[in-house]
């Protein structure tokens, strides 16, 4: 196939795919925290899922194409995502007035992440699934937990 007057061949689109799931995967993600009027929103899920498969993507072709002159290990990138994104996450939890907030932020930010590695490995199976998980945390656990809270405010309004 050729690509702006390159040759592409089957692992170059087979890359393309793993880079596409990402981050279409992550913006579906980011979508529902557009929704709640979440700081980090479709952009930063779909850059942080695309980020990690596009080092999962790299690690895995260098490694393909040097498994016979150095002993390199893949997965090293992989934990590397993860220390990255460890520290972007805690860069959207603030504490404020005795108040944490970020934290579902910043967990979605690392089920991001873990699906872009999901996605960058090829396992898009996986990679969806958590997807339709995180977002039914998002949605119907964030309803439940909703209920939940007014309850328990109604139950110290009336103690009160």
């Known amino acids: 196939m050729e690509f702006f007057g390159f040759f592409i061949g089957e692992e170059t ?11 279409v995967l992550g913006m579906f993600l980011g979508l529902e925290r557009v929704f709640a009027h979440k700081m980090a ?9 695309l980020g990690s ?8 072709t260098i490694t393909a194409l ?3 002159t150095t002993p390199f ?7 590397s995502v993860v220390t990255g994104i460890g520290f972007i996450s805690a860069g959207v939890i603030i504490f404020r007035n005795s108040h944490v907030e970020g934290l ?3 967990a979605g930010l690392w089920v991001a992440a873990g699906i872009g590695i999901a996605s960058g490995f090829g396992l898009y199976h996986i990679a969806i699934f958590a997807t339709f998980i995180t977002l ?7 309803a439940f937990e909703n209920k939940i809270r007014k309850i328990t405010n109604d139950l110290d309004d009336k103690d009160s």
């Open 136 to 142: 039914f945390i998002f949605t119907v656990v964030w």
């Open 104 to 106: 579902t932020t910043a």
């Open 66 to 68: 040097y498994v016979t």
């Open 53 to 60: 498969a596009l080092f999962i993507v790299i690690s895995t």
């Open 41 to 49: 929103g479709m952009r930063t899920y779909g850059l942080v899922s």
């Open 13 to 23: 689109i087979e890359a393309f795919k793993h880079l596409l799931v990402a981050a």
């Open 73 to 79: 290990d893949p997965l090293r990138v992989a934990a």
